[in-house]
């Protein structure tokens, strides 16, 4: 994990193994060049991706998105026998549920993206694997999957600074895409004439027409986000 770049399932991950690895031993299985102190890293040689490559259009991308993906399942299902547990955070559920079935230790994967109910028949057909949603409304589209809980994705307030005087500026940090309702917020704070400052990464059409065309004095699109620091308002 780059500590320059803000990534929901990376910031997630990150998270998690700072809570665990006081007490567990803790293996985390990501690219080359990742960091995270404490924890030893198998990165198989392969390099990063750029954060927002997997939302362009272009096939080889999305297709070499996906083979790294496949790469890394297929390790951790042949290492699985070293482990207590396996949790996966690999973005559509029905690329991590094939792989919990072959694995000699309880897998359990944590769901990043909004379910498709055209999805529903072969998930529920999916055994072995326990799924952690990360609100309950996630679940609505497909009810009746093998969910262990919900855990809602948290913030360290402590690294922000509370300011009692408050501003009129804004952050929306997200993926920039139509379920996460970005139109929502350039509407409201347009018509609140308050700035909203945008970050997250998306696919390149939507992203164009609905943030980067859309921009004014009050709306800015700021590309991906930095670390967390003050110059998110600005």
Request: proline residues 5%; hydrophobic residues 35%; aromatic residues 10%.
């Amino acid at each position: 994990h780059d500590p320059k770049i803000i990534a929901a399932n990376a910031d997630v991950m990150l998270d998690i193994i700072n809570g665990l690895k006081h007490k567990h031993e803790v293996t985390l299985y990501a690219s080359k060049g990742s960091r995270a102190p404490g924890v030893k890293i198998i990165n198989l040689g392969l390099p990063a991706h750029g954060l927002d490559s997997a939302y362009n259009k272009e096939d080889w991308v999305r297709n070499v998105y996906t083979a790294y993906i496949l790469r890394y399942l297929t390790e951790m299902a042949h290492d699985s026998a070293r482990y207590d547990l396996i949790h996966l955070h690999v973005g559509k559920l029905y690329m991590g549920m094939p792989f919990a079935r072959a694995c000699k230790c309880p897998v359990v994967l944590t769901i990043h993206q909004q379910l498709d109910p055209h999805e529903k028949e072969i998930l529920e057909s999916f055994p072995g694997a326990y799924i952690v949603s990360i609100s309950d409304s996630q679940r609505q589209k497909i009810p009746n999957l093998k969910y262990f809980d919900t855990v809602y994705n948290g913030t360290d307030v402590g690294e922000f600074k509370f300011d009692p005087d408050g501003s009129n500026s804004f952050i929306f940090l997200s993926r920039i895409s139509p379920e996460k309702g970005v139109n929502v917020a350039i509407e409201a704070c347009h018509k609140a004439k308050v700035k909203l400052n945008i970050y997250g990464p998306g696919e390149k059409n939507y992203l164009q027409k609905e943030v980067i065309d859309k921009q004014n004095e009050y709306i800015k699109y700021k590309g991906i986000a930095k670390n967390k620091t003050k110059e998110w308002f600005r």
